[in-house]
């Protein structure tokens, strides 16, 4: 098992809650990410102009946000599949959004912080696990993203 695996599993084992409510979670980690970051919105057409009351239980939001979780969720129970998922992502997030890589860096902190505010036993040693996983996913997003001749 690589190292990467070893921390999939890890995250995995509290991962439950996530995967079973990801419209929750995910409302969540783009409530935080728009909140923490009021920039990030921009790159959102649908959410650009919303008031932070706007975006509270907005139907747009929770069904991007349940799309996030349940990408991260696939790619966390991947093993040796994960690249694939990613290259098709890249595809999108490059070519299609225009999302500088740095984004997913953003966005990765946002998940790190919510997972350990809101799941039970998610201690120091899970989130350095869940950090390792998204930071090498931005590596492999890098590569794609690096293929595609994606400069944004």
């Not at 932070?52 to 929770?62: A, F, W």
């Not at 070519?95 to 120091?124: M, R, Y």
């Amino acid at each position: 098992m690589s190292a990467c695996e070893a921390d999939c599993k890890t995250v995995c084992s509290f991962w439950a809650p996530v995967e079973a409510d990801p419209k929750c979670y995910g409302e969540i980690v783009l409530q935080r990410l728009f909140e923490t970051r009021p920039d990030v919105q921009k790159l959102f057409p649908k959410f650009v102009d919303l008031s932070k009351e706007q975006l509270q239980n907005n139907p747009g939001v929770q069904a991007h946000g349940e799309i996030v979780v349940r990408k991260l969720t696939e790619i966390l129970k991947a093993n040796g599949k994960r690249k694939e998922i990613i290259k098709d992502l890249a595809e999108s997030h490059a070519k299609q959004h225009k999302i500088p890589l740095v984004n997913f860096q953003i966005i990765s902190e946002v998940i790190v912080t919510v997972a350990t505010e809101k799941l039970d036993g998610f201690g120091p040693d899970a989130q350095t696990a869940l950090k390792n996983v998204l930071k090498q996913f931005q590596i492999d997003l890098g590569a794609c993203y690096d293929e595609l001749g994606f400069k944004p």
